[in-house]
């Protein structure tokens, strides 16, 4: 090859040309010592590879036509040999690289033949290496070369024309310019990418380009999972709406490939009940449609089986059991079972008080009263679903006189009605024998066990649905009555039992108290909540309206009360996670008195961005909350709370969260410094961080009291439901610490109570599915309770301390139930680990570390993820939490 070349006129044209010009250009120095002494440090066969290159550069100048072919083939040939793996610079990279200029120029006066093409081609890979920053001259000659297979030049070349490819879209969308030829060419690169397991970089293109719906054309059977994979977890990080449109395309792939339970996960993230309606409807085989009914039910949605989606009456009846959650308690009993947790526990049994010195016990001459009524909440919190305990269900014997009647005495006024509305907590998901159990309290003579009866009502049937509607038969008749506690008790207990349904019989029930002048404003508080939980993120406008007018009505002394707060987030809950749609009712509100104006605006814009993620809208709270403002400011209570519950969606963001909230402990005002703790309580909710439990700890021994309890109630949060050693015994040291202080005591106790809710079965995390979705009415359950915590002592350590009962909306069993195909409980081995994220990375990487293997049911920690240790069974949800349905694997087979 190079003997031909060396014998075909060494003078041509070309060849004297460069002589010329590099003698114009270094007068002073003779250039070839310098290249001498640089070619003495290469090996002889690089050194022969240079010559040749050189030879090559200048055979292309040639005049005859046959020769300047051979040599850009030759060119092209080591060019492409070298540049399959890109570990550093290929050699003919290297050694052409002082030669690109020269190409250059000539490219420019040759006329048009596929020989100009092929030298563009050539021109674009050397572009790779030398092009200034910028330029993007790769792409521009690939646009003017040939049409041959990019993907022969290697990965980086692709990857660098992707790169130059999206500055390129930019800047003709600018200038609009039109965009068909690099369309031509993303097509290609996406093509290459998709074959070579480079799904992510073909996602990043498209998005750059905005032409995501290419995708669907190019994913197959072998990559669609990682391709929705890195959709799913890119488009957390995307500004709406282009987060939208992302998991729509997700959603087409995976119903393109039958992966219909991932495509119910991406319709619910989208509260999309159109799209739930059409995975039901392309899906045929019944027992994954029951799954489906397992992870609606989870979710809490409000959503109804038709015929269109499951034919046959029986099966329908079956699956609507299951989104009713009507199964929930028995399943959850069958969890305690197997973990021999059924015996019920004494509030003594979880405040330990022999464990600490003589104390503790001195403390018992304060205050019975609370004394008592923070037992009531720890007995109802750590036996929640269990249907007995040692205070309230205990039988009555002839002999001892006994009774819960003689415990709900142990309280005074107002007291009765937690105490009474406990039952319910004990008895949780258990409608049936639950009901029948509370309604003899319903025919007391005194009302606040009335009241407390009928919030009973509302916990046992939360997030249980029946088509009889029990629980509004029995409280419907309560909502008028004169007395407000029988009211607040009968409207608090609807908003509970029917969370999330958006049921109108509700909505016709309560919107009339809204609009009644004469109803004190705890009553209207109260049915603003109550009407937020049951319409909870539906935006409807009616009750969005009702409560607005509400608030308008009210007298400046009015304003100024705790109970406000529950008025205006009832208004915010309408918005949860809906982003935009909040925009004309936070018009209205700047309207409103300037008392509650700025509370208003806060509390409307972290509830409509909850759980998004939004990095600017977590910028403009933290923009709030660093005004140093007058006394008498409540504003920045709730953008403190709004930081939280925009930046729990994702990881960074939450660890981010907490780095900023340390900051405004250190530089806030009081009342922001009040609101930190239950912000870091929301953030690590069920999941004790270590940092987070120090920051509260150190918190717990302030010298403001008000930060204290709330301290002391965010230990309670991110323990919750997790039996955590470590805060068990912190809260057993401030027990002792606070001994003489009833209202910090109390908060103590509440917290112990909920370390150990449910005897540590029970999560209060809002998400769920690997975390995944967010679930609406958990949260909405959480924050109300925050909202009230921001005035810990009129609302929770006054005489509203059943608003505790709301935390009941997030409780939900931490378990994996595997059932078979009868839905009947099995036991199976699993794997159970730390989640690792695998988005983007090669192969099959394992989905989790530092595993044990257990037998079903298993409970799971926050950040757990479990996956079968058997090939017996197939799952019928790609995540193993709350019920699955295992089908028998017909190609399995027992090793004799």
């Not at 509302?458 to 088509?467: A, R």
């Not at 009291?705 to 109630?713: D, Q, R, S």
């Not at 029970?762 to 959480?782: E, K, N, V």
């Not at 099995?826 to 730390?834: C, D, F, L, N």
Request: net charge negative.
């Amino acid at each position: 090859m190079a003997r031909d070349l060396d014998g075909a006129g060494g003078g041509g044209a070309g060849g004297s040309a460069t002589r010329e010009e590099a003698s114009v250009k270094v007068p002073a120095k003779d250039p070839k010592k310098k290249d001498e002494k640089k070619d003495e440090d290469l090996s002889d066969e690089d050194l022969a590879l240079k010559q040749q290159l050189e030879l090559y550069v200048e055979r292309v100048q040639d005049s005859d036509p046959g020769l300047q072919k051979l040599a850009l083939e030759s060119m092209r040939q080591e060019i492409r040999t070298s540049t399959s793996s890109m570990t550093s610079v290929p050699k003919p990279l290297k050694f052409l690289r002082p030669h690109y200029g020269t190409l250059k120029a000539y490219y420019e006066t040759m006329g048009d033949s596929d020989l100009k093409k092929f030298l563009a081609d050539i021109l674009s890979v050397l572009a790779l290496t030398m092009s200034a920053e910028g330029e993007r001259e790769s792409l521009k000659y690939r646009l003017l070369g040939s049409e041959g297979d990019i993907g022969s030049w290697g990965h980086e070349y692709v990857r660098n024309l992707a790169g130059e490819i999206s500055q390129e879209y930019a800047k003709r969308q600018s200038e609009e310019v039109p965009i068909d030829d690099l369309m031509e060419l993303v097509q290609q690169i996406v093509a290459f990418h998709m074959k070579h397991n480079a799904e992510p970089e073909a996602v990043d293109l498209l998005m750059e380009v905005e032409d995501l719906d290419l995708l669907v054309e190019h994913v197959d059977s072998t990559n669609y999972k990682r391709t929705c994979l890195y959709l799913t977890s890119s488009a957390r990080y995307l500004p709406g709406p282009d987060d939208m449109l992302v998991l729509d395309i997700a959603y087409v792939i995976y119903l393109k490939f039958e992966e219909f339970p991932s495509a119910l996960q991406i319709a619910l993230f989208l509260d999309n009940l159109g799209y739930v309606k059409q995975v039901f409807t392309s899906c045929d085989d019944l027992l994954q449609k029951k799954q489906f009914c397992y992870i609606l039910a989870r979710h809490g949605s409000a959503f109804e089986l038709d015929d269109d989606m499951i034919a046959d009456d029986g099966d329908r009846e079956a699956s609507t059991e299951i989104i009713y959650n009507s199964k929930l308690s028995e399943g959850y009993l069958t969890l305690a079972r197997d973990i021999e947790v059924m015996e019920p526990k004494s509030p003594e049994d979880i405040y330990k008080a022999h464990l600490l010195d003589g104390r503790a016990s001195a403390g018992a001459s304060v205050d019975s009263a609370r004394q008592n009524l923070a037992a009531t909440f720890v007995n109802a919190f750590v036996n929640a679903g269990f249907g007995q305990d040692k205070l309230m269900t205990v039988p009555l014997e002839p002999s001892s006189g006994g009774s819960s009647g003689n415990w709900l005495f142990k309280n005074k006024e107002h007291g009765k009605a937690s105490a009474a509305a406990s039952l319910g907590m004990i008895l949780l998901w258990d409608v049936d024998s639950g009901l029948a159990q509370i309604d003899k309290y319903l025919h007391s003579n005194d009302n606040h066990v009335i009241a407390g009866a009928l919030i009973g009502i509302g916990i046992v049937s939360c997030g249980i649905k029946n088509d009889c509607d029990p629980a509004l038969a029995l409280s419907s008749e309560y909502i008028s009555r004169e007395d407000p506690y029988i009211r607040i008790g009968a409207i608090m207990g609807l908003g509970l039992a029917y969370a999330g349904s958006q049921n109108e019989m509700i909505r016709c029930k309560l919107l009339p108290i809204l609009g009644d002048s004469k109803a004190p404003l705890d009553v209207i508080a109260f049915t603003a909540i109550s009407l937020g939980l049951v319409y909870v993120g539906s935006c409807n406008e009616d009750v969005a309206q009702a409560i607005v007018f509400a608030l308008m009505d009210r007298s400046e002394t009015e304003l100024g009360e705790p109970l406000i707060r529950l008025l205006i987030l009832g208004l915010g809950l309408l918005y949860l996670g809906k982003q935009d749609s909040v925009e004309a009712t936070a018009e209205v509100s700047k309207t409103f008195n300037e008392k509650i104006r700025k509370y208003c605006d806060m509390t409307l814009l972290s509830c409509a961005y909850a759980g998004t993620g939004n990095v600017l809208k977590v910028q403009t709270l933290l923009g709030h909350c660093a005004q140093h403002l007058e006394k008498g400011e409540t504003h920045q209570g709730p953008a403190v709370l709004g930081i939280a519950m925009v930046a729990m969606a994702e990881e960074l963001g939450l660890e981010m969260a907490i780095r900023s909230l340390e900051h405004l402990l250190q530089y806030g005002e009081q009342n922001i410094r009040r609101a930190v703790p239950l912000a870091l309580g929301l953030l690590c909710i069920s999941n004790p961080k270590v940092n987070v439990m120090d920051t509260l700890s150190r918190l717990s021994h302030d010298t403001d009291t008000e930060v204290a309890m709330a301290a002391v109630i965010s230990l309670g949060l991110i323990g919750a439901g997790t039996n955590n050693a470590r805060i068990a015994g912190m809260l057993r040291n401030l027990s002792s610490y606070y001994y003489k202080e009833a209202s910090l005591l109390f908060c103590v106790r509440i917290a112990q109570g909920l370390v150990h809710l449910g005897k540590g079965l029970l999560t209060l995390s809002p998400y769920h599915l690997d975390r995944f979705l967010l679930s609406p009415m958990a949260l909405a359950g959480i924050i109300t309770l925050l909202h009230a915590c921001l005035d810990l002592k009129t609302i929770i350590l006054g005489k509203y301390h059943y608003v505790l009962y709301f935390l009941v909306l997030a409780m939900q069993p931490r378990m994996l139930m595997t059932v078979d195909e009868n839905l009947r409980p099995i036991s199976v081995p699993v794997r159970v680990g730390q989640a690792v994220d695998v988005v983007g990375q090669a192969g099959r990487p394992k989905t989790i570390t530092g595993f044990q293997t257990h037998s079903t049911p298993v409970l799971l920690a926050a950040g757990d993820r479990a996956e079968l240790a058997t090939e017996k069974y197939i799952p019928l949800s790609p995540i193993l939490e709350g019920f699955v349905i295992l089908k028998e694997n017909p190609e399995y087979r027992e090793d004799h």
